[in-house]
Structures are given as structure tokens and as C-alpha cells.
């Protein structure tokens, strides 16, 4: 496949490229759990067979979900992502490429197969994801010693291999890029020891709440702790997703808050990327961190009000009326 040249970038997104299988029916049970991330876990009785309401797939994963997002945007958008030489890599490619994303930094591996999550959604918007990483833990990311040619990085999870993680930091520091950094569980393992390096490096840190208190070592409900310790963190903005609960945003001191917009939630999956690049997009274009919580909470919306990761992503940077929906407030105390 022809690629396209590497040209200087607004934004580069390292991570994941996903095939996602979306699997809903109403003949999943819902158990009560106090272990569950959203308070819920699925039953599926093994020997039986189960009627599926719905079965779609569509392209997933942090980087390409949170390329889209630049791109439609109007930002010069690169996506350094690895995939298969199957079907799926090709039609991830594809629609990278309609979205008129640079795809000269897209790798293909020819021994893993395209990564593929399995995503089961009950009726309630809640999922849980069952995931092949294939292609994706390969993503050779030592390509960026040659130089990059962006202004920013917007890295998410690369899988917890820590010398890929290295191998981002330093090329960014050659090359004097912007972070934001959306870490995925296994860079969160190593503990804020460990990370403090990189973390020292970040201009904008996007976690969501279970995963800041894990890096903060405390519990998701003490919010005032984990912005305490992770507040000055990040140089420009540290932003914690808090699901339907809303999103808050801490900088020199003062945190914000955005409630979650109303709307007939279908799908979480991507709710996490949209709100991320949506507020990254918006403060690198307006250095405003009230709009950039709306814009955020805005691309969140519609994520989960549609099927699929990038279904529901914007089409343009809102304003208006629509900017009127997302309500911010400036806290003290959470």
C-alpha cells in the first residue's frame, strides 16, 4: 500500500489499532459487583446458547480513536500504530486515511495478526472487553530515533513495555514535543515511582478516576488525595474522566469540573479516548481549560450515544449552542 509522506505534524498518536467486534444482547445477565469497575459483572451460562441482538464491527484502539478526533478537528494528524497484513489492518489503513490522517508512520507486521477486542455491551451502555493484543504489542517505536516531526505526541497505552516508553520520552525530548499522555494499566503498574521521569516530562496527564488513585495509592473515592498528589504533576493540566459522573481538570492549583451531558448512553467504549483528545484538541487551540472540559464532554457524548469508538466523534470543533450544553464549575473541595 502506498504511504503518505512524513511531513511536519500538528499531532502524532502512538498506541493502539483495534479491530472491534461489538456483541449486545438482552439475554446478558447483570450480577451485582463489588469488584466490577462499574459496580456490575455479566453472566454467561457456559452449554447454552445465546440469541445476540447486535453484532458490528468497526476500527478501535487510543491512537487511531483519538487521530480521528485531531483530525476532524483541523489538525495535521499522524497515527504511529502497528497492524496486521489482514483484512483488518487494511481497512483500519483505510479509514485512517479517509479521515485524511498520515499513515506513513503505520507499521505491518507479518507474523501478529490485526489486534482484536470483543466487546459485550449490556443495555444499560456498561461493556466488557475481551481483548487480543496481536500486532499491537510490537509497535516498534525505536523508528522515532530518526527524529520526529511533530509538535505533539498523544500517547496512549503502548502495553506496559517500558522500553518503548523510554523509546517515546527521549525521541520527544530530541525533538522538543508537547506530551499528552493517556497511560494504559500496564504503564500504571510500574507505580509513580517509576514513572516520575516521564511524568515530570507530560504536559497533559489523562487518567480516569479508578486509574489515578491507583497511581496515587489510595482509594478511588478520597478525589481530594488523588488530586493532592497528582495535581502538580503534569506541567500543564492533570484531567481525571470520572464516567457518568462527569470529568474534572486541575492546573496551577484550581480544579474544574464538568458534569456528564445527558444523552441515551449506548456504548462507553472510546468514551475515554474522545474526551481525552477532545480536551487536548481544544486547549492546544485556545489554551482555555473551561472549553476544553466542554469540548471534551461534548466528544464523550458522542461516543456513547453511538455504536462503535469513532461513530460519535465530532465532525468539527463545537461552539454555540452545543458549548452551552456541557455545564463547568471551579471547585475547592471535591
Known amino acids: 500500500m502506498k504511504q503518505a509522506s512524513r511531513k511536519q505534524l500538528d499531532v502524532l498518536t502512538i498506541g493502539a489499532a483495534t479491530k472491534d467486534i461489538f456483541v449486545a444482547s438482552s439475554h446478558f445477565e ?62 483500519i489503513v483505510h479509514e485512517l486515511e479517509r479521515e485524511k490522517i498520515n499513515t506513513s508512520h503505520v507499521q505491518w507486521d507479518t507474523k501478529h495478526g490485526t489486534a482484536t477486542s470483543i466487546i459485550f455491551l449490556s443495555g444499560h451502555g456498561s461493556r466488557c472487553i475481551l481483548t487480543a493484543r496481536g500486532a499491537s504489542q510490537h509497535v516498534q517505536t525505536s523508528v522515532l530515533k530518526k527524529g520526529i516531526k511533530a509538535k505533539w505526541i498523544y500517547l496512549t497505552s503502548l502495553g506496559g513495555h517500558m522500553t518503548q516508553l523510554k523509546e517515546v520520552f527521549a525521541a520527544a525530548k530530541a525533538a522538543k514535543c508537547l506530551i499528552a499522555w493517556n497511560p494504559g494499566n500496564g504503564e500504571l503498574e510500574y507505580g509513580l515511582k517509576t514513572l516520575a521521569p516521564f511524568l515530570a516530562q507530560t504536559d497533559i496527564l489523562i487518567m480516569n478516576r479508578e486509574e489515578a488513585a491507583q497511581l496515587a495509592h489510595t482509594a478511588p473515592r478520597m478525589l481530594d488525595d488523588i488530586l493532592m498528589k497528582l495535581g502538580h504533576v503534569p506541567k500543564m493540566a492533570l484531567v481525571l474522566t470520572d464516567g457518568g459522573r462527569g470529568a474534572y481538570a486541575t492546573t496551577r492549583g484550581s480544579t474544574w469540573h464538568v458534569a456528564a451531558i445527558k444523552g441515551n448512553r449506548i456504548n462507553t467504549t472510546g468514551a475515554g479516548d474522545a474526551f481525552g483528545s477532545g480536551f487536548t484538541a481544544s486547549l492546544i487551540k485556545d489554551a482555555d481549560l473551561e472549553l476544553a472540559l466542554k469540548v ?39
Open 30 to 91: 447483570r450480577v451485582v459487583s463489588a469488584v466490577a469497575p462499574d459496580g456490575f459483572s455479566a453472566c454467561l451460562p457456559m452449554g447454552s446458547k445465546i440469541a445476540v441482538d447486535l453484532m458490528e464491527t468497526s476500527s478501535g484502539g487510543g491512537a487511531t480513536n483519538a487521530a480521528v478526533t485531531f483530525a476532524r478537528f483541523g489538525f495535521s494528524t499522524g497515527c504511529l500504530v502497528r497492524v496486521g497484513t489482514d483484512t483488518a489492518g487494511e481497512d
Open 296 to 334: 471534551g464532554a461534548l466528544n464523550a457524548l458522542g461516543v456513547v450515544t453511538h455504536m462503535g469508538a469513532k461513530r460519535g466523534i465530532l465532525m468539527h470543533r463545537p461552539a454555540g449552542r452545543d458549548l452551552a450544553l456541557a455545564k463547568v464549575r471551579e471547585i475547592t473541595r471535591v
